[in-house]
């Protein structure tokens, strides 16, 4: 193999490379070393103080040793040359530099980036284990990329929100201490990106973050996808007046799906003692859409239902509200539909049924909205999801800038995977 085959293949420019030696030892996990001993490729390089080109190479050059990336499962160590110059313009004496790495650093550049890759989807322990580095050496790597990384990444997911046509806001909470702290976050449905992150869920949190970043009050949303939050709706009319405000369909259906159980847990204190646990280990057919049932499910759920006309009722009334969503082809027709689903729901006189539907009455604009933009925030309960495990490895992360930076992170991968490979200005 040629030598410039293998500066190719390290990934290194602006160097000579004077020998290649190799050492095994069997204790160790990489089992074979390879010593790469190099020099710059211009031996008189300029004066980093005064730029001057007029050195003088004084004494004779040390190595130093440097980790770089793997090469064939085998631990690469660069002995790089240190030569001490001479600057007869401003009689500095610095040594001779090298593009991929930084000052007097015992890692390539390279390598850092690779302690990110491998910790960004996983945990820093187990970066720093596969590339054989101690943890706070790995730690130190992976949060200097990700505060590089970050900023640009959210600059980026803003100005492409901003760019949108017909821009489509959702809007969530999710648990820091599930009952005790949460946060809310903003995201750009259209675009899959998270935008913002808002410390707290009060109303008053939310103008206060607005006045923190006035880049997202210049936003101009078509419509916004939220929960039935008073909080939420607040905030939404003060700061984006002109969007529709729509009730999420996950968020709505819960409230239905909650009176549903509330049924079946009364109900069942009348029945048979058999048929008790039946009813208790089969109530997620009761849940489920009907259409989404096999025929053994769907035989076991007209079982359940013949247990009380009541519970039979509640679970049409249920599958009556997701035809109205899948069904209903226009906003008038849908207006109607829904007025019709509350007229028959008060007519069931069932106390559950009742109760709920004061919720669905107080938020029926926001709800018929839904066919004004078929949007639901699915995508961001995904993201709270990833959240919620990213919260689980890195053990909550006290720090609030950083862990504010690794969320934008992991929940806009292909921004951030972007501006990591964008070289550095």
């Not at 259409?291 to 247990?307: E, V």
Request: net charge positive; charged share 30%.
């Amino acid at each position: 193999m040629q030598v410039q085959d293998i500066e190719k293949i390290l990934g290194l420019q602006g160097i000579r490379i004077i020998n290649i030696t190799h050492e095994k030892k069997e204790s160790e996990l990489k089992t074979t070393t390879v010593t790469i001993k190099i020099e710059p490729l211009d031996k008189m390089q300029q004066c980093p103080c005064c730029k001057s080109t007029d050195i003088t190479r004084n004494g004779i050059p040390g190595y130093k040793e440097i980790k770089h990336l793997d090469i064939a499962m085998s631990r690469c160590i660069l002995l790089a040359a240190r030569q001490r110059y001479k600057c007869k313009a401003c009689g500095a004496a610095p040594t001779c530099e090298y593009e991929f790495v930084k000052g007097k650093e015992r890692y390539t550049k390279a390598f850092k980036d690779y302690i990110y890759r491998i910790s960004i989807g996983s945990t820093i322990q187990h970066g720093a284990e596969i590339a054989e580095t101690p943890y706070s050496t790995a730690e130190r790597f992976f949060k200097e990329t990700v505060l590089r990384v970050a900023p640009k990444t959210i600059a980026a997911a803003q100005t492409q929100a901003r760019q949108s046509e017909k821009l489509i806001l959702g809007i969530d909470d999710f648990a820091i201490r599930k009952g005790h702290n949460y946060n809310t976050g903003i995201h750009d449905l259209r675009g899959e990106n998270l935008i913002g992150i808002v410390e707290g869920r009060t109303l008053d949190d939310l103008r206060a973050y607005m006045k923190k970043t006035p880049s997202l009050s210049l936003l101009e949303p078509y419509a916004i996808i939220m929960d039935l939050a008073k909080s939420y709706h607040s905030f939404v009319a003060e700061f984006f007046p002109g969007a529709i405000r729509v009730a999420d369909r996950f968020h709505v259906n819960g409230y239905i799906l909650e009176a549903l159980n509330e049924v079946r847990r009364r109900v069942s204190i009348g029945l048979p003692p058999l048929m008790k646990p039946v009813l208790k280990r089969n109530k997620h057919l009761l849940n489920k859409r009907g259409d989404s049932l096999d025929l053994g499910q769907r035989q076991q759920l007209k079982r359940l239902l013949a247990c009380s006309t009541e519970l039979k009722a509640i679970y049409d009334f249920k599958e009556q509200l997701i035809d109205w969503y899948d069904l209903s082809f226009d906003y008038e027709s849908a207006k109607n539909g829904f007025r019709s689903w509350l007229k028959k729901g008060h007519e069931l006189k069932i106390p559950e049924v009742t109760t709920s539907l004061k919720t669905f009455v107080n938020w029926q604009d926001e709800i018929i909205n839904y066919h004004r933009c078929r949007f639901t925030n699915g995508i961001v309960e995904g993201r709270n999801a990833k959240i919620k495990s990213l919260q689980r490895r890195r053990f909550f992360l006290h720090n609030r800038i950083f862990y504010e930076d690794l969320i934008f992170i992991e929940c806009n991968r292909e921004i951030a995977h972007i501006e990591f490979n964008r070289p550095s200005a």
